[in-house]
Structure formats: C-alpha cells, structure tokens
C-alpha cells in the first residue's frame, strides 16, 4: 500500500470511530441512560428486558456499539461498524469502478452516514459528487394505514429521540471539516422533497427510514436514477415493513440481483441492468 493510501485509510477509519463514539470511553449507549417511554419506541417488555441485559455485569457494551443495535446518546450515527464498512466499500467501489451519479441517504439522524460519505469522497479527492441528506429533521411520520397497512401500528412518530433539527446535523459535518456545497440537505417528508429528485443520477443510494411508506417514497423516486454499477443499500432490511416495501418495489419493477445481507439488520444489491 503506498504511503498516501495508508493515510487516507487511516483517516476513514478515524472518522468511522468518532462517529460511532468508539473512540471515546465510557462507552455511549442510550438505552439504560433515558429510558423515558418517548425515547424508546419498542414495547414495555422489549424495554424492560434491555434494561435488564444492561444491569449485568458482563454485559458487552462494544459489542452493542459495534452492531448498531442502541440508540447511542452521544455518537453521531447509530448505524453499526458493518454496515459502516458496506457504505465505505460501495462508495469506494463506485469512485474505482468510475460510477456516475451523487449520494443520498433518506433518514440520516444526526448525520453520521452522510458525514462518512462525504468524508470518503473528500479522502479520494473527488469533486465532482455531491452527498444528499434527505430528512424530516423532525422524526418519523405517523403511520398511515389506509395507504400502508405495514405501517400499522407504529409508534416510531412518538420517539423525541429520532427528532434531530437540521442545525444539529449541519453543526456535526461542520465538526469534521466537511461542510460545503457539496453536501446537500433535502428536508421534509420524502413524499414532498423526493419526486423533485426524479431525473438525478445516482451512484449509491442508502435507505434507512425504517418506515414502508418512507422505504417505498425513496425506491420509487429515486431508483430509477440509479446508474448501471452503483448500489442500492436498506439500514432496515431485518424490518418486516421495510423488507415488506423493498419485496414490493423489486416485484413490481423486475429488480432480480441478489439482495446480499451485510449484518443482522441491514442489505445491500449492486445495480446489474
Ligand atoms: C433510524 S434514523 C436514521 C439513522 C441514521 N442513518 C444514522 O446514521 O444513524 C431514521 C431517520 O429517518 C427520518 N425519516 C423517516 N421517515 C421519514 C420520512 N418519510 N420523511 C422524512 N424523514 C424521515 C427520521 O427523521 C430519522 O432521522
């Protein structure tokens, strides 16, 4: 590996660290700290069972870290170590391999995917990519269950703790030096800001809105956009309604290349045709 290959790995790998808080101790994970029923969208069961997992003492605290399964309070993403390294390799294989097209990700929190994304280009010097962050800045919306009986049921809307404003987001890639203009932020709900990105080419486009409507909004709008090469990658894949949006959309669409799985959670294909 030459010297400038050795750094720029170096430094991908640094910033994959801070931004999952791995860098730092005590370790940071969310749960035990704010159990408050508004942070926390799962069951009182689910809830109390972490609670109880938490107490024990050899509890592994990196290894939850590490696979993306918290709510972290501090970390800037809470996206995983491997699903992090998938979002390096595509955006690395699309920058090797000469693949046309921007980057999205649809649901990015406090920024730490898209803060990785635009990182990774700027460590290749590529100028010519612009990093979308698409988001609500204000959580989840509430199910709609005529459209989306998959949805049914949800009480994502009602976690304060997927509300992050956009000003946050901004102040984080600003923390990295990676606040320019060619990163920009699509804010509202995917069904308003997403038809008007019809038309765009893609290279990688990372879905992570753990919704179906919000998994559905993105495939329709912005798949087609993808280039011939370029990846198409879903956070919640281990989700029923968003496995549910994803077999939907491949079936009405003719999308036949193996869904690969990269962790318990997430999935990724590469764009054959
Ligand atoms: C699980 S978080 C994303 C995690 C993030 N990718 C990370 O790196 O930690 C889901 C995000 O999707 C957003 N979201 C979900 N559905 C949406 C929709 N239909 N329109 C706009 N934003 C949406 C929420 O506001 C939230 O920020």
């Known amino acids: 590996m030459d010297e400038i290959a050795r750094l720029r790995s170096r430094y991908i790998d640094l910033t994959v660290s801070a931004l999952t808080h791995m860098l730092y101790r005590p370790f940071d994970i969310r ?17 109390e069972a972490a609670a109880k997992e938490f107490a024990r003492e050899d509890f592994d605290w990196a290894s939850v870290r590490a696979d993306g399964r ?37 649901g990015v929190w406090r920024g730490g ?59 984080n890639f600003d923390l990295y030096g990676l606040l320019d203009d060619r990163v920009r932020f699509l804010e509202g709900w995917f069904k308003d800001t997403l038809p008007a990105m019809k038309g765009r080419t893609w290279s990688v486009i990372r879905l992570d809105g753990d919704l179906y409507e919000s998994t559905m909004d993105a495939l329709a709008n912005l798949y087609p956009g993808l280039s011939v090469g370029g990846f198409l990658i879903v956070d919640d894949y281990g989700h029923e309604p968003c496995r549910q949006a994803v077999t939907d959309f491949r079936d009405a669409n003719g999308v036949d290349e193996p869904i690969e799985p990269i962790d318990w959670l997430g999935a990724f294909w590469r764009r054959a045709h």
């Open 31 to 47: 749960w035990d700290q704010n159990p408050e029923p508004d942070d926390y969208s799962g069951s009182d069961e689910l809830r």
């Open 70 to 106: 918290d709510w972290p309070q501090y970390a800037q993403t809470m996206v995983g170590l491997k699903r992090l390294a998938n979002v390096r390799d595509c955006v690395e294989r699309v920058i090797a391999d000469g693949v046309p097209g921007d980057l999205i990700e649809t």
């Open 113 to 171: 995917v898209v803060i990785l994304m635009r990182a990774i280009l700027d460590a290749y010097d590529d100028r010519e990519r612009t990093v979308f962050a698409a988001d609500s800045f204000r959580g989840v919306p509430p199910p709609n269950d005529d459209a989306y009986p998959s949805d049914a049921g949800s009480r994502l809307h009602t976690a304060k703790a997927l509300a992050v404003p956009r000003e946050d987001v901004e102040r």
